[in-house]
């Protein structure tokens, strides 16, 4: 059980770091159904 939080912190950096890489060929639009669909992962 313990390694499974850490696993998803990493996962959501990986997440994140994409999403940073991405973001000049993203539209305001595309961002935010990252968000979206992030805050919907969260739960």
Same mark, same amino acid.
């Given at each position: 059980?313990? *390694?499974? *939080?850490?696993?998803?912190?990493?996962?959501? *950096? %990986?997440?994140?770091?994409? $999403?940073?890489?991405?973001?000049?060929?993203?539209?305001?639009?595309?961002?935010?159904? $990252?968000?979206?669909?992030? %805050?919907?992962?969260? %739960?």
């Amino acid at each position: 059980m313990a *390694g499974i *939080g850490s696993t998803t912190e990493k996962h959501q *950096g %990986r997440v994140a770091e994409a $999403i940073f890489a991405n973001c000049a060929e993203l539209d305001n639009d595309q961002l935010n159904e $990252i968000i979206e669909w992030v %805050r919907l992962y969260q %739960r």
